[in-house]
């Protein structure tokens, strides 16, 4: 198998985290009674099969499947999102079965979603294959886009309210940290280049015999690289 072991244990758990959000995702559907919320749910299920069948395709035959491009929410602007507290009703879990609600669905989504990503991300580091790690971020940014195309849908129903500071609170926390200044880059780049100058007289040392000796090479490191 030409997976190592971290990559082949993250990509199993990603494989049964998609299981259960396809399963979770089409029981939901069929509980949703606003049909921009069914519609939602629908298309975020074909999204995460064709996700799950790509990867599984991948590591079944090993052959590379061109990234499918992630899904783009519709543009949002800061003027387009609700914020600040608007008299949140009380809430607490609930105890009884039966249907869930419009609110429960997209919560249970957002939820779902924003997991995915953080487990998606995290499974990437971990892979070394370039073409599994790629599948991995692809996922985390589908998930990042689809979790807050659920996030406008339940800010837009008062579901999901954005806690506000005030204003000269968030500006004196925010504007504490300024711009670099025109000569703080031009003297990095100065640096930069005196230690790129210093570098490039060292590697003509060692070519020239003055570290390991005349006609001697650098020993090689184990990782292979000099």
Not at 17 to 30: N, P, Q
Not at 92 to 97: C, D, E, S
Not at 117 to 127: D, F, I, S, T
Request: net charge negative; charged share 10%; with cysteine.
């Amino acid at each position: 198998m030409p997976y190592g072991a971290h990559e082949a244990m993250e990509a199993h758990e990603i494989l049964c985290e998609k299981t259960l959000m396809i399963e979770h995702f089409a029981m939901y559907a069929g509980q949703a009674q606003d049909p921009s919320l069914r519609n939602m749910l629908e298309h975020h299920i074909t999204q995460a099969a064709r996700s799950y069948d790509e990867l599984v395709s991948y590591t079944h035959d090993y052959h590379a499947v061109t990234p499918q491009a992630p899904h783009m929410a519709q543009m949002a602007t800061p003027q387009s999102i609700q914020y600040g507290l608007r008299n949140p009703a009380p809430a607490a879990p609930q105890m009884h079965g039966g249907r869930m609600s419009d609110e429960q669905i997209a919560a249970s989504m957002l939820c779902a979603h924003k997991n995915s990503a953080k487990n998606h991300l995290a499974a990437a580091l971990e892979c070394a294959d370039p073409h599994l790690r790629q599948m991995m971020v692809n996922g985390a940014n589908q998930c990042a886009f689809a979790s807050y195309e659920v996030f406008r849908y339940m800010n837009h129903h008062g579901w999901y309210q954005v806690p506000t500071l005030q204003d000269n609170t968030a500006k004196t926390m925010l504007h504490h940290h300024q711009p670099i200044t025109g000569s703080f880059v031009g003297a990095a780049q100065r640096q930069g280049m005196h230690m790129q100058s210093g570098s490039t007289q060292r590697s003509m040392q060692m070519q020239g015999g003055g570290m390991y000796g005349t006609g001697a090479q650098a020993p090689v490191s184990p990782y292979g690289y000099q």
